[in-house]
Structures are given as C-alpha cells and as structure tokens.
C-alpha cells in the first residue's frame, strides 16, 4: 500500500513558525513532484508551493519569502517551513506527490497521491 503521511500541524501565535512533514511510504521507486496545498473553512483549496523533480520551485504569492519547501529524497519526505505565520495561514494543509511504485507483478506505476491534511491555526 502506497500513501503519504502529513504531521506537524498545531497552534501557534501570530510570526510563530511550523514545519511540516509528508512522508511517502510503500513500495515507491522514486518520487517526482511534490506539493503542498491549503484549504481555509469556506475557501477553495489553493496551491502553497511545489517542488519539481528537476529541482523547480513555485510559491504563491501569499506565502512567498515566508514559506520555504524542502525534500529529502532518500526519506521520500517533503517539508513545508513556515515562518512569520499570519492568521489567515488558518487552514488544513495537505501534501501532494507524484510517485512511481511497484505492484506485484513488479511494473512500475505512477500516480498522485493526497495526505489526509494537517491543521494549521494562527491565532492570539
């Protein structure tokens, strides 16, 4: 079974910092593109940044020179740093990665994958 991992969400007050993590497991070969995305109560889930396999970044505007995304490629894992936190940073965070996995007839597979989302809140 293949599937992506989030933790890291919780409370913290306004420029407070969070560090999140996704981590990938199962029978993956590699991982491509990996993402972040956040959805706030009411709100359309929006992109926060994303990671190419060629090493690409892109960052919403809201979040840019505040949020920084990160992988470890022998951990499978992703990470989003979030620094200087502003309460409309309020939202379930979610991770996205492209991976390519083996079945068990050994074909490799490649699929996008969603975590179940993590809790951010900012507040006083």
């Known amino acids: 079974q293949v599937q992506l991992v989030e933790s890291g969400g919780g409370l913290v007050q306004p420029g407070g910092s969070l560090r999140l993590s996704c981590a990938a497991s199962?029978?993956?070969?590699?991982?491509?593109?990996m993402g972040w995305y956040r959805q706030a109560p009411g709100k359309q889930r929006e992109l926060v940044a994303t990671?190419?396999?060629?090493?690409?970044?892109n960052y919403a505007d809201s979040v840019k020179g505040r949020f920084t995304i990160s992988r470890d490629n022998a951990k499978n894992t992703a990470y989003l740093q979030m620094n200087s936190l502003k309460p409309e940073d309020t939202a379930v965070y979610y991770c996205?990665?492209?991976?390519?996995?083996?079945?068990?007839?050994?074909?490799?597979?490649?699929?996008?994958?969603w975590g179940q989302g993590t809790q951010v809140t900012v507040s006083s």
């Open positions: 990671l190419g396999s060629g090493g690409s970044i």
């Open positions: 996205n990665g492209n991976l390519r996995y083996y079945l068990t007839d050994n074909t490799v597979y490649t699929k996008t994958y």
């Open positions: 199962g029978s993956i070969v590699s991982v491509n593109a």
